[in-house]
């Protein structure tokens, strides 16, 4: 069957959809025939949308949504109507069915369905289920019971049980769908993933809820091909796409310990988002040999209550020598921050400005106001008592919502300009500090910096840009 994969992800810096390669070979794999309609590079999507179905029959439409909104309490910018407004410019053009899929449309599937009045969707991983559904609609086979899929029966949408498979049964990963040389061009970086789902207890996460809430394990080798294939179109500068890349530890360790086997450690420079633990010395060291020059670790906060009631599992010390391994074995630290969720006080933040202070991490990213998703703990927790005094937006899936626990918020941004002063150590995730901004929805600081050459993770482009 001809399958349509649609990017819709206009978002500039520019981020690669790894997710429509890695379905791309698997259709491929399973006998299918794919065409590409990458809207990031198009000024008029609808006009691009009827360019591509004007030549062309194809059995199956796939769309990947992968932000619902830019998840930033300051600017709160939802991609939903949007998106809806593209599906409903590919239904104008093509009779094919539309299936969704993607990591944002996998945190509210049946909502995003409704309002964008698409045939399916697939809740998860899309390599496994997509070439299956394209098999059994060319033979016009039902296919109700497809796992993962989101379906329609009697006008109520039906979520399938999920299968999580091993990503050891993944075909090999060409790389070669997407254009990843100029989104090398323009964004800076590539991705590559070395393990899907999550069994950390973060109250405020969706990985979970998107990639299931068991961890598994790319083969090393099949991630170190990917690498390859990558270099050999001439990328060198990447992004791990996992949640956190340490988790398991030894996993991570074997994943270096081939990149360096196969002598690639001094010809690739890659940036990955870590847990403070596990985080030894030893993994600081292979990660380096293996060619990894910064760490982006998700600390969140510095106060030891606060960290327990996020559901994390360190503690502020872990944050302070993860920091400090990593800088020992020459790696660029960042620290992600997060204010404002339920119990927060004046006292955590200014605990946690210090242990930034006292950590010396080369960037710390504040971001203030939890982006709350369907699915998380945190959703329960807010929509109880007290908590809902904190809640903002909401009022519809355009408006996204957030908490800002309501004890601190009345001073917290001055206490934040008393803490952190003009120390440009910390970044903040609000683009009215274009200087400091690291939101990177449109942000233009960060698209110059490329353009004139910059590479790396966008927060250490952002550190080095002047
Ligand atoms: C790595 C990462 C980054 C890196 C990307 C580096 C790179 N070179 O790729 C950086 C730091 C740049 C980044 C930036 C941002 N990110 Co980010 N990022 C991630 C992370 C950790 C991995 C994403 C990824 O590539 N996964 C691997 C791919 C293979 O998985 P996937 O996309 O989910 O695809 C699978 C399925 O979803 C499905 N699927 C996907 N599409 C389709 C389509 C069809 C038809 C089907 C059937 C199935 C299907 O199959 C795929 C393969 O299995 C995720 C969290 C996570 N664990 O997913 C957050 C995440 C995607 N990011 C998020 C956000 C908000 C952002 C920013 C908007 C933040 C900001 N304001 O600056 C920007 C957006 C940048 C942009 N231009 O789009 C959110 C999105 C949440 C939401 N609901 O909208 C996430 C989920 C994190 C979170 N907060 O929970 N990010």
């Given at each position: 069957?001809?399958?349509?994969?649609?990017?819709?992800?206009?978002?500039?810096?520019?981020?690669?959809?790894?997710?429509?390669?890695?379905?791309?070979?698997?259709?491929?794999t399973?006998?299918h025939?794919?065409?590409?309609?990458?809207?990031?590079?198009?000024?008029?999507p609808?006009?691009?949308?009827?360019?591509?179905?004007g030549g062309?029959?194809?059995g199956?439409?796939?769309?990947?949504?992968?932000?619902?909104?830019?998840?930033a309490f300051?600017s709160?910018?939802?991609?939903l109507?949007g998106?809806?407004?593209?599906?409903k410019?590919v239904?104008?053009?093509?009779g094919?069915?539309v299936?969704l899929?993607?990591?944002?449309?996998?945190?509210?599937?049946?909502?995003?369905?409704?309002?964008?009045?698409?045939?399916?969707?697939?809740w998860?991983?899309?390599?496994?289920?997509?070439?299956?559904?394209?098999?059994?609609l060319?033979k016009?086979?039902?296919?109700e019971?497809?796992?993962n899929?989101?379906?329609?029966?009697?006008?109520?949408?039906?979520?399938?049980?999920?299968?999580?498979?091993?990503?050891?049964?993944?075909?090999?990963?060409?790389?070669k769908?997407?254009?990843?040389?100029?989104?090398?061009?323009?964004?800076?970086?590539?991705?590559?993933?070395?393990?899907?789902?999550c069994?950390?207890?973060c109250?405020?996460?969706?990985?979970?809820?998107?990639?299931?809430k068991?961890?598994?394990?790319r083969p090393?080798?099949?991630?170190?091909?990917?690498?390859e294939?990558?270099?050999?179109?001439?990328?060198?500068?990447?992004?791990?796409?996992?949640?956190?890349?340490?988790?398991?530890?030894?996993?991570?360790?074997?994943?270096?310990r081939e990149?360096t086997?196969?002598?690639?450690g001094?010809?690739?420079r890659?940036?990955?988002?870590?847990?403070?633990?596990?985080?030894?010395?030893?993994?600081?060291?292979?990660?380096?040999?293996?060619?990894?020059?910064?760490?982006?670790?998700?600390?969140?906060?510095?106060?030891e209550?606060?960290?327990?009631?996020?559901g994390?599992?360190?503690?502020?010390?872990?944050?302070?020598?993860?920091?400090?391994?990593?800088?020992e074995e020459?790696?660029?630290?960042?620290?992600?921050?997060?204010?404002?969720?339920?119990?927060?006080?004046?006292?955590?933040i200014?605990?946690?400005?210090?242990l930034?202070?006292?950590?010396?991490?080369?960037?710390?990213?504040?971001s203030?106001?939890?982006r709350?998703?369907?699915?998380?703990?945190l959703?329960?927790?807010?929509?109880?008592?007290?908590?809902?005094?904190?809640?903002?937006?909401?009022?519809?899936?355009?408006?996204?919502?957030?908490?800002?626990?309501?004890?601190i918020a009345?001073?917290?941004?001055?206490?934040?300009?008393?803490?952190?002063?003009?120390?440009?150590?910390?970044?903040?995730?609000?683009?009215?500090?274009?200087?400091?901004?690291?939101?990177?929805?449109s942000?233009q600081?960060?698209?110059?910096?490329?353009?004139?050459?910059?590479r790396?993770?966008?927060?250490?482009?952002?550190?080095t840009?002047?």
């Amino acid at each position: 069957m001809q399958v349509a994969l649609i990017n819709t992800n206009r978002m500039q810096p520019p981020v690669a959809p790894i997710a429509l390669d890695y379905i791309a070979e698997a259709l491929n794999t399973g006998g299918h025939e794919v065409k590409l309609l990458d809207l990031c590079w198009e000024d008029n999507p609808e006009s691009a949308i009827k360019r591509f179905f004007g030549g062309s029959e194809f059995g199956l439409i796939g769309m990947t949504l992968r932000n619902t909104d830019d998840c930033a309490f300051t600017s709160r910018q939802s991609f939903l109507s949007g998106f809806v407004d593209l599906v409903k410019s590919v239904r104008e053009n093509s009779g094919a069915p539309v299936v969704l899929g993607g990591v944002g449309f996998s945190v509210m599937p049946e909502e995003i369905l409704s309002l964008s009045k698409a045939d399916y969707g697939v809740w998860g991983e899309g390599e496994f289920v997509l070439p299956q559904l394209a098999n059994r609609l060319s033979k016009k086979e039902s296919h109700e019971d497809l796992p993962n899929l989101v379906w329609k029966r009697n006008g109520t949408w039906q979520r399938n049980p999920p299968s999580w498979n091993s990503p050891a049964d993944l075909p090999a990963m060409s790389r070669k769908c997407v254009d990843n040389g100029r989104y090398f061009r323009m964004g800076g970086q590539a991705g590559f993933e070395t393990k899907r789902g999550c069994s950390g207890a973060c109250i405020y996460c969706a990985d979970p809820v998107a990639k299931g809430k068991r961890v598994r394990l790319r083969p090393p080798a099949a991630v170190v091909n990917e690498i390859e294939q990558l270099i050999a179109q001439g990328i060198d500068v990447l992004h791990t796409c996992d949640g956190e890349f340490n988790i398991p530890g030894q996993h991570a360790l074997e994943i270096c310990r081939e990149i360096t086997r196969r002598g690639l450690g001094g010809r690739i420079r890659w940036y990955a988002y870590c847990s403070p633990i596990p985080f030894s010395r030893e993994l600081a060291k292979e990660m380096r040999a293996a060619g990894c020059v910064g760490i982006d670790f998700g600390a969140d906060h510095g106060d030891e209550a606060m960290l327990k009631r996020l559901g994390r599992d360190f503690s502020p010390a872990d944050i302070r020598n993860a920091t400090c391994r990593a800088k020992e074995e020459g790696m660029t630290v960042m620290l992600d921050l997060l204010f404002g969720s339920p119990g927060e006080t004046r006292e955590g933040i200014a605990k946690t400005v210090e242990l930034v202070k006292q950590s010396d991490p080369h960037r710390a990213g504040v971001s203030l106001g939890v982006r709350v998703y369907p699915g998380t703990d945190l959703a329960k927790e807010v929509r109880s008592g007290e908590c809902v005094a904190g809640l903002s937006g909401g009022k519809d899936l355009f408006d996204p919502l957030f908490f800002l626990e309501p004890r601190i918020a009345p001073f917290v941004f001055d206490w934040l300009n008393t803490l952190i002063g003009d120390d440009d150590r910390f970044l903040f995730f609000d683009p009215s500090k274009p200087k400091q901004n690291y939101n990177y929805n449109s942000n233009q600081r960060l698209v110059e910096a490329i353009q004139k050459g910059y590479r790396g993770a966008f927060w250490d482009i952002l550190r080095t840009y002047r």
